[in-house]
């Protein structure tokens, strides 16, 4: 049965924590809703309602244009082993691009002040309702490990390479939304 929070838990938050994947779901009015898998590696609560993600360089960047269009922002997390439970997080994105001073302070926080290979954004979650639901039906998957085929990618792609597939990929949504990417 599903149960709703007005804020993160410490017991959500520990699930959060001990989970390698999540999805982000987004829309704007009149677009595509984009679903997108991610590792949690990536991910953190910054307090009872707020999340946010280091995003790396993709195929697109349909997240951002909605964003960016007032539209909407659902993380949702669920136990591929364990005791079953999914987890949404609700709410408001707001992007963080290359350059500016919330993302170099991201960066110090959860990274050192390093930019990990293909890095460009964050985006951070103002969270204004958790749900948790049973999970029952949610398969048991084992973790294999990270994939390092983005690293190699944008390690091979270079800093000048990345900033043209950027320029050509990541500024306008699929349905033409300006995403409000600019690569610094």
Known sequence: MAMQFP???????AFIETQKIFFTGSCATGTRVNISPRSTAHLHVLGP???A????????????AHVKAGGALTIMLCAFDGAPMILRLYGQGRIAFRGTPDYAAFLDRFHGGAEPAGAR???????DLVQTSCGYAVPFFDHVGERPTLDRWA???GEEGLRAYRAEK???SIDGLPTGFRDF
């Open 7 to 13: 804020a993160i838990t410490d017991t959500h938050r």
């Open 49 to 51: 309602n707020a999340v």
């Open 53 to 64: 993600y280091l995003d790396l360089t993709g195929s697109g960047s349909e997240t951002a």
């Open 121 to 127: 954004q964050i985006v951070f979650l103002t969270v």
């Open 155 to 157: 390690q091979a792609k």
């Open 170 to 172: 990541n500024t306008t």
